[in-house]
């Protein structure tokens, strides 16, 4: 069965450093998200892209957020200069009808 | 935005035990998901049940649109249930897209 698949599984960085996240959707899903868990907290909503833009974006998703659909499989996303906060594990999902399916997620550590 | 809690936040049970998860609503939703957080922090999507009711295994799942609330049972509990399971729902309304979560109920079984 196809899954969304997520890379790294597990990042550490500097404060202040700049780091991409990578996801693989599932093949013929036209809709991809991220999505983020601060440890211990609920599931939060970032974006949503289709058609090579964004369709929908959170408060949490300010200016240091962009994301991207480099080529046909893969889709990022980017933190340009990460605080502690950013700590996190940071989920991507992908649908092509109403369900939407998650990733294994990368957890994100700011030193 | 639209609101989802989830009762209990709490549930300590012994194995075989039966237990029912809440998710209350508060507006109409066309899609709502049910998630089991396993101890690696990833996702496992359990159930797509915007309305009516289905079943997998052990686990079964019945969504109230009209009244705006989904029941998650597990029936004869093994230890492997343990873990967070998150309902999440998208608002019908205004054209969003990404899925808002609840906060959870962790659920541990005891051997």
């Known amino acids: 069965e196809p899954e969304v698949t997520q890379t790294p599984s597990h990042q550490v960085t500097q404060m202040g450093q700049e780091v991409i996240l990578r996801c693989v959707p599932i093949?013929?899903?036209?809709?991809f998200y991220w999505y983020r868990q601060i440890l211990g907290q609920k599931v939060e909503f970032l974006v949503s892209?289709?058609?090579?833009?964004?369709?929908?974006k959170s408060e949490i998703f300010d200016d240091q957020f962009s994301v991207e659909r480099p080529d046909g499989s893969n889709f990022t996303l980017k933190i340009r200069s990460t605080k502690l906060e950013d700590s996190a594990m940071y989920f991507c999902?992908?649908?092509?009808?109403?369900?939407?399916?998650f990733g294994p997620g990368t957890r994100l550590t700011v030193l | 935005g639209i609101q989802v809690e989830q009762s209990p936040p709490d549930l300590i049970l012994q194995e075989g035990a039966n237990s029912t998860l809440r998710c209350n609503f508060s507006?109409?939703?066309?899609?709502l998901q049910w998630f089991h957080q396993n101890p690696w922090g990833q996702l496992i999507n359990l159930f797509y049940?915007?309305?009516g009711t289905k079943q997998n295994g052990r686990l079964s799942a019945t969504t109230v649109a009209t009244e705006r609330y989904s029941l998650l049972y597990i029936s004869s509990s093994q230890t492997t249930d343990s873990g967070v399971y998150f309902c999440?729902?998208?608002?019908?309304?205004?054209?969003?897209?990404?899925?808002?979560f609840g906060k959870g109920t962790h659920l541990i079984i005891q051997p």
């Open positions: 892209f289709y058609n090579n833009e964004i369709s929908e």
């Open positions: 049940i915007p309305s």
């Open positions: 507006d109409s939703v066309n899609n």
């Open positions: 999440a729902v998208c608002d019908s309304g205004g054209g969003a897209d990404g899925l808002t």
């Open positions: 093949s013929n899903h036209l809709y």
């Open positions: 999902a992908s649908r092509r009808l109403a369900q939407q399916f």
